[in-house]
Nanobody, 121 residues
Framework: QVQLVESGGGLVQAGGSLRLSCAAS????????VGWFRQAPGKEREFVAV????????TYTDSVKGRFTISRDNAKNTAYLQMNSLKPEDTAVYYC??????????????WGQGTQVTVSS
């Protein structure tokens, strides 16, 4: 019913930038909150950012605040995560998700398969 596909990951040096995209199918995208999460090797999945249905309200985890920007284009059924000033500790698989406003994975109903981001020292 709803499918999400992340893209834009890759290998970058510390201080570099990447823009992740999340392309959605289905009719619920424009009515849903979009969240980004990440999971690093040996770590639990953690919340990164969330954007409201109209793109106006955003919230970020402290470790990425001022470096990452979440946005969405409802006409394209796509959400984005612009990542600047990347650090090695940002290395993780990044996932987008649709659901209700929240910072917990349980707040979201649909998930993509993830895209790998690797930041070298």
């Amino acid at each position: 019913q709803v499918q999400l596909v992340e893209s834009g990951g890759g290998l970058v040096q510390a201080g570099g930038s990447l823009r992740l995209s999340c392309a959605a199918s289905g009719r619920t995208f424009s009515r849903s909150v979009v969240g980004w999460f990440r999971q690093a090797p040996g770590k639990e999945r953690e919340f990164v950012a969330v954007v409201s249905w109209n793109g106006i309200r955003t919230t970020y985890t402290d470790s990425v605040k001022g470096r990452f920007t979440i946005s969405r284009d409802n006409a394209k059924n796509t959400a984005y995560l612009q990542m600047n000033s990347l650090k090695p500790e940002d290395t993780a698989v990044y996932y987008c998700a649709l659901g209700r406003w929240g910072v917990s994975g349980s707040d979201y109903d649909y998930w993509g398969q993830g895209t790998q981001v690797t930041v070298s020292s």
